[in-house]
């Protein structure tokens, strides 16, 4: 068969979606003839059907490299370069951030019906979809020697985090806290305590914290109060470390009801904004969690912190 015959067919089986066939095909011509530019560029579109956008993007640009002149590799290039990078995020201090979050009030909403709802291992986990997805990226980077959750609710969140760290193969453990503990969830690295958010010091020592591996992470996920959230920061302000983190939960309030917490005004968000404006940057603000997927698309919105300084 010859090359044209080959390249019609192959553009052909890329219009009836058969796409592994395509593909075939190109590696077939390409055992031939490796170096040709056109074959590569279809070999391009059937890595793009078949969803492997990266290894596409690779080969468009040896593509590119190799032949400056070929502006349709360019053009792929650029196509899937900004289809693929994550939006810039910038870090910026608490009073240059806006407070409210991307997604509409009506998908919060329909959210919030089903969080409650929501198990893990059959038990009660109320976090979102995308808080879900932002603690593992944050547990496998930190890799912390110990979480410290304040609001155990059923205690899903901390079988979670203690999954989490078995998974990861991290060396820590969670010492989740509650003014009912929980006491019917095991797990070999998770401790259940009593303890009220806005009293810390009577069940956490100077003997418990130095006992406690680092980096710490601590989740402050209790009644989502301005009380409680400013009580949590203000304690372990004086025990944090730079490159330890806190993480102010359900700060969205104010997105899922602005009538009661009008502009930014939930518990949590009060507590940030006086909490982040008497710390002379010892903080951050982690802009590649909480916009990650949009901008605040989390229920912590300005709430993941690292201790900086």
Request: hydrophobic share 40%; glycine share 6%; net charge negative.
């Amino acid at each position: 068969m010859s090359p044209d015959l080959d390249r019609e067919r192959i553009r052909r089986l890329l219009q009836e979606h058969r796409s592994m066939d395509a593909l075939r095909l190109v590696d077939e011509h390409l055992q031939q003839d490796p170096d040709e530019l056109e074959i590569q560029m279809l070999r391009a579109e059937c890595l793009i059907a078949i969803g492997r956008f990266e290894t596409a993007l690779e080969l468009a640009r040896q593509i590119r490299a190799r032949a400056p002149q070929q502006d349709s590799a360019a053009e792929l290039v650029r196509m899937l370069e900004e289809n693929l990078s994550n939006p810039a995020s910038t870090d910026r201090v608490a009073t240059w951030r806006n407070w409210q979050s991307e997604v509409p009030q009506e998908l919060l909403l329909r959210m919030q019906r089903s969080v409650h709802s929501y198990t893990y291992r059959g038990v009660q986990l109320v976090k979102d979809p995308f808080d879900l997805a932002l603690y593992p990226l944050l547990l496998w980077r930190l890799r912390p020697g110990t979480i410290v959750e304040i609001g155990s609710k059923a205690g899903g969140s901390a079988l979670y985090f203690g999954d989490l760290l078995t998974n990861f193969e991290i060396s820590g453990e969670v010492h989740s806290y509650d003014v009912f503990p929980v006491e019917d969830v095991e797990h070999p690295l998770v401790r259940f305590h009593r303890g009220d958010g806005q009293h810390l010091d009577e069940v956490i020592d100077a003997e418990t914290l130095a006992g406690w591996a680092r980096p710490l992470l601590v989740v402050e996920d209790a009644d989502h109060s301005y009380e409680t959230s400013i009580a949590v920061l203000r304690f372990f302000d004086a025990h944090l470390q730079p490159g330890d983190w806190i993480v102010i939960e359900d700060g969205n309030l104010s997105d899922l009801y602005p009538a009661l917490y009008p502009n930014g005004t939930s518990g949590p968000h009060r507590a940030l904004r006086e909490f982040l404006s008497g710390t002379d940057g010892r903080y951050r603000i982690a802009a590649e969690l909480c916009d990650f997927f949009a901008y605040n698309a989390t229920s912590n919105s300005n709430g993941f912190l690292e201790r900086i300084d």
